[in-house]
């Protein structure tokens, strides 16, 4: 598959069904995570913050996937997504399925917090200290 060249460019090229699935998903994505932007990122739709994927799902034949791209993220909510989970970083739903918002949101929220640590200097004071 070519790179598209942006997520509306992506979604044309979708089935309805396909659409209507990942849709779904980039609003749960968008209301954990209003301030980020989106874009493309591997070949795939993406949220990104301060220019760097956080991010990103995707289409395919016979199912549609979430990729938190952290298998911290998927760790910390692994009872919860149970069998979803089907790849080091990879959680994915058959296109009758939706993933429950709630829990979307959840993982989201896990990812932003953990690149919010990751950009914390170390020895750095937390600000009013």
Do not use: C, N
Not at 97 to 118: D, F, I, N, Q
């Amino acid at each position: 598959m070519e790179k598209p060249a942006s997520v509306e460019a992506y979604f044309e090229s979708l089935s309805d069904e396909a659409r209507g699935a990942l849709q779904a998903l980039r609003r749960a994505i968008a209301s954990a995570v209003p301030e980020a932007e989106e874009g493309i990122a591997w070949s795939m739709p993406a949220f990104k913050l301060g220019g760097k994927a956080l991010v990103g799902y995707a289409a395919f034949k016979d199912h549609y996937s979430f990729f938190p791209m952290s298998t911290a993220a998927i760790d910390a909510h692994r009872e919860q997504l149970g069998s979803h989970v089907t790849g080091k970083g990879t959680i994915s739903y058959a296109y009758g399925e939706r993933p429950p918002a709630g829990l979307v949101k959840k993982v989201v929220k896990t990812r932003v917090a953990e690149v919010a640590s990751k950009r914390r200097s170390p020895g750095r004071a937390s600000p009013g200290l």
